[in-house]
């Protein structure tokens, strides 16, 4: 089992940045890839950004150049850093890990982000 807590969320205006934080504990040995989805009201839950095992990243159009995920491996911690937020950044943003064991999936309970115009 592996627990993730996200903190750093709040309210910025357009333009301003945000740093997220996202806390593994457990048996983090099996966290394959970890990666930050977001969700905005009456919207689907979409994906931001993903770190791979082997630290490869990917991140969804609309935030490249402005979203950065990064990867403390020795405090099993995962990192969002957001540049130049948009109104439309507005959302829950979870943290997910994909598992190499049962459940094979575990998310964070999210943490608002708003941005104002």
């Known amino acids: 089992q592996v627990n993730l807590v996200e903190s750093g969320g709040g309210l910025v205006q357009a333009g301003g940045s945000l740093r997220l934080s996202c806390a593994a504990t457990?048996?983090?040995?099996?966290?394959?890839?970890i990666g930050w989805f977001r969700q905005a009201p009456g919207k689907e839950r979409e994906w931001v950004a993903i770190?791979?095992?082997?630290?490869?990243?990917h991140y969804k159009d609309s935030v490249k150049g402005r979203f950065t995920i990064s990867r403390d491996n020795t405090e099993d911690t995962v990192f969002l850093q957001m540049t130049s937020l948009k109104p439309e950044d507005t959302a829950v943003y979870y943290c997910?890990?994909?598992?190499?064991?049962?459940?094979?999936?575990?998310w964070g309970q999210g943490t608002q982000v708003t941005v104002s115009s």
């Open positions: 457990g048996n983090t040995f099996s966290i394959r890839t």
């Open positions: 997910k890990a994909d598992l190499n064991r049962h459940p094979f999936v575990s």
């Open positions: 770190i791979e095992e082997s630290g490869t990243t």
